[in-house]
């Protein structure tokens, strides 16, 4: 069974501070590591997703860093905003290649 | 268009009843996923359609039944469900082949059993 491990399960962050998240895994039959947010009500809609020929890319106050050797990546929400309250998913394919998946999920609070 | 619609929004349902959760795109993407989500959990494949053809059963029961009839359109059919089988039921879209990478959610059916 694909396993992806991501930590923490929640955190709770001062706006203006930084959110880090991370995921580990074990296999992966593409080199291809999204981020998904999920607000209540909605579905997961893709955040950032790096590909392994850079170890960080960066989208505005969000940050991915990747370590190959590892098998680890994380995100880094920067000045983070009381709108970035959600919960965020990390990503890898199954060993297939087939399908997307998820990590258990990280819950965001940023206090106001 | 970058919308996966998905209807109804809510369905609450009996034990005995037949019931289908409805999902379109038109964004041209050639493969299409259901996707279950239980409460504070991550979102868990259930089926994967490739080029209307199906492609992935993650080993569900027979109760729930996909269908795909056309490129735009996926349809989840419901049948002798079980109250724990309420949860949050997810359609997704992407391109298909070597550009499947990036899935495009819809709100998803909040799904009770009662």
């Known amino acids: 069974q694909q396993q992806v491990k991501q930590s923490p399960q929640s955190l709770i962050v001062q706006k203006g501070g930084i959110s880090i998240i991370n995921c580990a895994y074990e296999?992966?039959?593409?080199?291809?590591f999204p981020w998904y947010q999920q607000f209540p009500g909605k579905g997961p809609a893709l955040l950032i997703a790096i590909r392994p020929d850079v170890s960080e890319k960066k989208e505005g106050r969000f940050t991915i860093s990747f370590n190959k050797s590892a098998k680890q990546f994380s995100l880094h929400i920067m000045d983070s905003q009381p709108g970035d309250s959600a919960t965020y998913f990390c990503?890898?394919?199954?060993?297939?290649?087939?399908?997307?998946?998820f990590g258990k999920g990280t819950t965001l609070s940023v206090s106001s | 268009d970058t919308e996966v619609t998905q209807t109804p929004k809510h369905l609450v349902m009996g034990m005995t009843n037949k019931k289908s959760l409805k999902c379109e795109q038109h964004?041209?993407?050639?493969?299409m996923y259901w996707y279950k989500q239980k409460a504070k959990k991550p979102p868990e494949l259930m089926f994967v359609y490739s080029y209307e053809k199906l492609s992935i059963n993650e080993s569900v029961p027979s109760r729930f039944s996909p269908e795909c009839p056309n490129s735009s359109l996926l349809n989840l059919h419901l049948h002798a469900l079980q109250p724990e089988d309420s949860a949050l039921y997810l359609c997704?879209?992407?391109?298909?082949?070597?550009?499947?990478?990036?899935?495009?959610f819809g709100s998803g059916t909040q799904l009770s059993v009662l």
């Open positions: 296999n992966t039959a593409f080199d291809y």
């Open positions: 964004m041209g993407h050639r493969a």
């Open positions: 990503a890898v394919f199954n060993q297939a290649g087939t399908a997307l998946i």
């Open positions: 997704a879209s992407s391109q298909a082949g070597t550009q499947r990478e990036k899935l495009f």
